[in-house]
């Protein structure tokens, strides 16, 4: 953690923060006492970064509605509270967003929504800026730390000043890249106490209908606020020589990190950068469209500000230039310049040396990778999960079917045994964090329905694809306190299932034997791995393997694993490659040695100097 973000420090100190950890430091100082989310890149260590402090409650939920419900409740009660998740767990919170915008706050109540634009870590690459129009928020995009700190801080203010939720989008970029950041001190916020209220936060029809209107006076109010807001900047132009071009040929309207790559790209431009980018401030907007020749909006994913400035009556351009799909860099935005005609065709570089492509594998000693085999063996129809385990959808595992959302692979298993065009038996696999994120409703309408399908719990005892957090199934809160752990094999069978086995999935004939046991059956059935993961939050590692040469046949069974630390020699047999373990990765999880036909997979012999330096498991 960073020195500074957790703890007190000197007022007016800096320390070099992630956008993440900015957001956190502004949630600090704003006085909030309650923090809460659910793990997902690129938002993760928002909450991670605050979780050593006593002053605040700072806890994970099961999914991001429930940290949605809980924050939305402590804003009632009177407290300063902050929601954090990533673009794709505000559809899962969407529900009480959408109406929260209605009853309105107590205390201020701020959401982060952390967008990946090139889906470097999702399944989808959505514009949340979406979600501030659609629901009637305000909407503030920071363009770096400094302003991820600033701009948390003023997100809390607004929602209390005008009785409203805040939603503070970042992009990967703003989370995890680090600038400068004045620390500031610690406001503490009186809790304002709860106020009933029923009229105002009882949503049935006769009452919410009396606060659609009060929504829509609320957005003007803001439209007022946001035209003389310093949060719009205007820079550069000819106070500052003109702009690149020459003259006032042409203004950019920017938001958010886009602003940052138009600077770097043009730096004597006229910019006009929106750090509230909903509602926008149109009156400026025109009044600075006016004084241009001509108007381009840079923005990376959808022409939100381009399509809401041309609805105005402002003549711009924008995505003819600048590419709707993936992130952008000052490379893509000095190329959109360039396609504009604003900028000249830059000289071209040759490239360097490249680099070797690795694919992504599971780790080595993954006790999800026996699992995968197994089904891929089985022949099964296999509907994944958002996790670690989603790899197995790759070469050499190659045994998942589809993977959609958190917890739909159990729903969508029920879907694909009802349709009957499957051969084969169905199975839904699904991690232990997102089985209680999602996955119990899809189990429950198994049991409901009688669908002849298996889930395969993956139980790795924590949120392994995001850095292993605690979840409801860990027995430990993220602040560290003891807690009642979610037991998987009794909450199964209170939904109604019958036949629920757990397996060692080191042990690949008792993993086997076990699944195609479960999918033989009629009905539903659970089957649930017990292994912690190898790499979080304590390394797993025990006495490493090693191949004995002369008795390695090149029959090449280990390498169906897709283990990293299992990797060719130049040593053939009848043009086949043998194999070597790499020690100093190996976990000594045995399965190699398992699917060895001539037993040439051996433990190192203690004492080498193969062996770890240290064990755990």
């Known amino acids: 953690m960073t020195p500074g973000v957790t703890r007190a ?18 949630a600090v100082e704003a006085g909030a006492t309650v923090a809460v989310g659910y793990p997902g890149t690129p938002s993760t260590e928002i909450l991670e970064s605050i979780a050593d402090r006593t002053d605040i409650d700072v806890r994970w939920s099961p999914n991001e509605k429930v940290a949605l419900d809980v924050a939305l409740g402590a804003s009632l009660g009177g407290a300063r509270a902050l929601a954090t998740m990533k673009h794709v767990g505000v559809n899962v919170a969407a529900d009480t967003l959408m109406t929260s915008a209605y009853t309105g706050v107590g205390a201020g109540l701020v959401v982060v929504s952390a967008d990946d634009p090139g889906m470097h870590s999702s399944q989808n690459e959505q514009d949340n800026r979406h979600y501030a129009s659609f629901a009637g928020i305000p909407l503030l995009e920071p363009a770096d730390s400094a302003e991820a700190k600033e701009f948390t801080k003023l997100a809390f203010e607004i929602s209390e000043e005008f009785d409203t939720p805040v939603l503070v989008r970042t992009t990967t970029r703003i989370s995890h890249n680090r600038g400068l950041v004045t620390i500031g001190p610690r406001v503490e916020h009186h809790n304002i106490g709860y106020s009933p209220n029923p009229a105002k936060r009882v949503m049935i029809p006769l009452y919410a209908r009396a606060r659609r209107p009060a929504l829509l006076d609320r957005l003007e109010k803001l439209s007022a606020y946001v035209e003389s807001s310093p949060l719009t900047v205007e820079s550069g132009g000819t106070e500052s020589g003109g702009t690149d071009s020459g003259g006032d040929e042409f203004g950019v309207v920017t938001s958010g990190i886009a602003s940052s790559y138009v600077r770097e790209v043009l730096p004597r431009a006229r910019i006009l950068t929106l750090g509230m ?31 809401r400035i041309r609805a105005a009556g402002i003549a711009v351009e924008g995505k003819r230039f600048f590419s709707p799909v993936g992130e952008f860099s000052p490379d893509t935005v000095r190329d959109g310049f360039v396609a504009a005609g604003v900028l000249e065709e830059p000289t071209i570089v040759a490239p360097g040396p490249g680099t070797v492509v690795r694919p992504p594998v599971l780790c080595a000693g993954c006790p999800h990778t026996s699992p995968f085999m197994a089904l891929k063996r089985m022949g099964a129809v296999v509907a994944g999960d958002i996790g670690c385990y989603t790899l197995a959808a790759l070469q050499p595992l190659a045994a998942m079917d589809t993977c959609v959302a958190m917890g739909s692979s159990t729903g969508m298993a029920v879907g694909l045994a009802a349709s009957g065009g499957v051969e084969g038996p169905v199975v839904a696999t699904i991690g232990d964090s997102t089985f209680l994120h999602g996955g119990i409703g899809g189990l429950i309408d198994a049991v409901y329905h009688d669908a002849d399908i298996t889930v395969l719990i993956l139980d790795n005892g924590t949120t392994a694809m995001t850095g292993g957090q605690e979840h409801p199934g860990t027995g430990t809160t993220l602040q560290g306190a003891k807690a009642t752990p979610v037991d998987l094999v009794g909450l199964c069978r209170s939904i109604g299932v019958q036949d629920v086995t757990v397996v060692d999935p080191y042990d690949y004939g008792a993993m086997y034997g076990t699944l195609e046991r479960a999918t033989r059956r009629k009905g539903p059935s659970v089957v649930i791995t017990n292994r912690p993961c190898v790499e979080s939050p304590v390394k797993v590692r025990d006495r490493p393997y090693e191949v004995i040469a002369e008795a390695c046949t090149a029959c090449q ?13 130049d040593e053939t047999v009848e043009g086949r490659r043998k194999v070597t373990i790499e020690a100093t990765t190996c976990t000594g999880c045995t399965l190699c040695a398992q699917l060895c036909p001539p037993l040439a997979i051996v433990p190192t012999a203690v004492g080498s100097s193969a062996e770890p330096e240290f064990s755990h498991g």
């Open 9 to 26: 420090a000197p007022a007016d100190s800096r320390a070099l923060l992630s956008g993440n950890e900015a957001i956190a430091r502004g």
């Open 557 to 569: 069974a280990c390498m169906n694993l897709g283990c990293p630390s299992i990797v060719w020699t």
């Open 277 to 307: 980018s909903y509602p926008l401030p149109l009156e400026r907007i025109r009044s600075f469209a006016e004084e241009v020749d001509r108007l381009l909006v840079v923005e990376e994913l959808e022409p939100f500000l381009e399509t």
